[in-house]
């Protein structure tokens, strides 16, 4: 994706439009897009909504630093000490493979990795604390330990783990200001407009998911009711070779070396004539949806002047950490344009929907039959 989170409205809906690279590719009679009908309860956007989006985008962000200081939650990364003693002969002893120094333990996810206590143990504990658990291996637990030299099964026993947190590592999640949204807005949350306050943030984060569940609710349908009148088929052609250099290399980053089509179609047990017929009716899918892009916003005067293209690909090359000439050399200058003008269009759309109360139905009334009337026999 080009933006982050909420301009998700740039996904196009079939995958391999990213190929596209031309603009002739055919003639499309659209379906109906404008006075689409949606139902209020399935495209609302709540407050609760957005907040959350907010709050996701910003705990993405934040940035870890180590503390020496603090409370331990069951979510935190800690560094530890750690030795662990079983019963051996009456005593308690320590076990190979029971004991680390300075271990790095992210609390979260590590958890599996030990047994049942391990990780739980040390939440709730400050930094500099050294404390013992008392735990139990599991019966079931395979691992043999070396005690003295000698090799001793560790299924079912008690096992003594003495602790020492080193230190802690937690999130600094950015705090929501409006100096933070004036900084931050376009590249955090894709807005593509100055927004200076907290306040202006949300209405526009509201819009642009209202705009994307409008888009997943009728895009599709909007798509699949157009007709194709006509295909151009050097375009078709060229569309299904991009398609095809793309799946090989693809298939070239899992392997390391080049391949032909042929080895590639062996390794995937599919026939030449079945990767033909593929090929073209997932090409022709997406010609047909640039097609419907172009010719909507034909239609409506839609457009990306060349000062707004400018713009807008130089701050997805920014966000992609790429330059404006990789960007367009990977994608193609027709693709990101096309993009562009989904989103416009996807806008377009939304603006123009007839809402009706409630929810979309989810069944179909039964047909109304009728009985006919039967003589009663004497």
Known sequence: MFKKLLAIM????????????????????????????????????????VDQAIDQTLSQSAQEKQVKKGKVSNSDKVNVDY???????GKKVAFEGGTA?????????????????????IAGHKVGDKFTAKLKFPKTYTNKAKVKGKEVSLAGKDVWFTYKINSLTKKDVPKLTDKYVKQNA?????????????????????????????????WNNIL???????????????????????????????????VTLDAYLKACQMKKKQWNKQAREACKQSLKQRMLINEIA?????????????????????????????LEKQYGRDMIESTLLQDKVNEFIADNVKEKKGSEPTTTPAPMTTKKATKKKK
């Open 298 to 326: 034909k239609r409506e005067g839609i457009s990306i002047p060349e000062k707004t293209y400018k713009k807008k690909v130089k701050e997805i090359a920014k966000q992609q950490g790429t330059t404006v000439k990789d």
């Open 224 to 258: 699949e009711k157009s007709k194709v009148e006509k295909y151009d088929e050097k375009e078709l052609k060229d569309e299904i070779k991009r398609y095809t250099d793309y799946q090989l290399s693809q298939y070239k980053q899992q392997v390391g070396t080049d």
């Open 83 to 89: 030795k662990g003693e079983i019963e051996y002969k």
């Open 101 to 121: 120094k300075k271990q790095d333990i992210d609390l979260a996810q590590d958890a599996g990795n030990y047994i049942d206590g391990f990780t739980s143990s």
């Open 186 to 218: 376009k590249q955090l949350f894709g807005a593509d407009e100055e927004i200076p306050t907290v306040k202006a943030l949300k209405k526009y984060i509201k819009r642009q998911m209202r705009i994307y569940n409008i888009y997943n609710k009728v």
């Open 10 to 49: 740039l996904t196009v809906a079939v995958a391999i439009t990213m190929f596209g690279c031309g603009s002739d590719e055919g003639k499309i009679k659209p379906a109906k897009y404008k006075g689409v009908v949606v139902y209020k309860d399935d495209v609302k956007v709540t407050d609760k909504d």
